[in-house]
C-alpha cells in the first residue's frame, strides 16, 4: 500500500537521498554535471526550508515506510503550477505510484485556483504516462539546462 503525504522538516535528508538515487538510476545519460548540480542544489537546508513554502510542493511516497517516489511542484501566482522533479525508483514503477503523485500535486494546485499545468522530461518513454494522465504534448522541444532536448506537456483546466 503506497502512502502520500507532504514532506515533513526532518524527512529532508531521506527525500534528498532519494532524489539522487533516482536521478543516477533514471538520468545515467545527463553530463556529469547535472548529478553534481542536483547534490549542490537539493541540499537538506534547501529542502528543510522549501517544505514550509506554500507554493512549494515537496511529496514523499512511501510503500511500507521504504520511500519510493516522490515529486516537487511549483506554484506560480499566474495561475500556473509545474512539476519541476518527478521520480519513482524502477523498482516500484508500473504500480500507479507516479500517476499517484502527479494526482495529489494537480489536487494542491486546484485548490490554489490552478488552471494550467506543466512539466517537461527528457525521457521519450513519459510521453505515454503524461498522456493517459490527460495531458497534451506541446508542439516542439524545450532545452534543459544541460543541453538536453525536452518535451513540454500541458494540461488546462478551466473552474466556472
Ligand atoms: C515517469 C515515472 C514517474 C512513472 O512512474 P510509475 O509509477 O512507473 O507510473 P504509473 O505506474 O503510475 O503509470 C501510470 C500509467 O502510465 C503508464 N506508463 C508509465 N510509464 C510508462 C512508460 N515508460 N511507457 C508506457 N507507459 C507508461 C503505465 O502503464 C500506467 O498506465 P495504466 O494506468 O494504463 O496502467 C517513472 O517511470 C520514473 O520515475 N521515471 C524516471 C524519472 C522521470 O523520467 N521522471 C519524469 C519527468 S522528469
Same mark, same amino acid.
Given at each position: 500500500?503506497? +502512502? ?16 539522487? +538515487? ?18 549542490? #542544489? ?7 526550508? #522549501? ?43 508500473? +504500480? ?61 483546466? #478551466?473552474?466556472?
Amino acid at each position: 500500500m503506497v +502512502k502520500i503525504t507532504k514532506l515533513k522538516e526532518e524527512e529532508a535528508g531521506i527525500f534528498r537521498k532519494l532524489l539522487l +538515487k533516482i536521478f543516477i538510476e533514471s538520468f545515467s545519460y545527463y553530463p556529469l554535471r547535472a548529478q553534481k548540480f542536483n547534490k549542490r #542544489y537539493w541540499s537538506v537546508g534547501r529542502l528543510t526550508q #522549501y517544505s514550509h513554502k506554500k507554493i512549494i510542493l515537496l511529496l514523499l511516497a512511501r510503500e511500507a515506510s521504504l520511500p519510493v517516489g516522490l515529486l516537487i511542484g511549483k506554484y506560480y501566482s499566474s495561475g500556473k503550477s509545474s512539476i519541476l522533479w518527478l521520480g519513482v525508483l524502477i523498482t516500484h514503477r508500473g +504500480k500507479g505510484i507516479g500517476a499517484k503523485l502527479v494526482k495529489h500535486w494537480e489536487e494542491w494546485a486546484k485548490a490554489k485556483g490552478v488552471h494550467t499545468f506543466r512539466t517537461s522530461t527528457a525521457d521519450f518513454q513519459n510521453e505515454k504516462f503524461y498522456s493517459k494522465l490527460g495531458f497534451t504534448k506541446s508542439p516542439g522541444f524545450e532545452m534543459d539546462d544541460w543541453g538536453m532536448k525536452k518535451m513540454v506537456f500541458i494540461k488546462k483546466e #478551466y473552474h466556472g
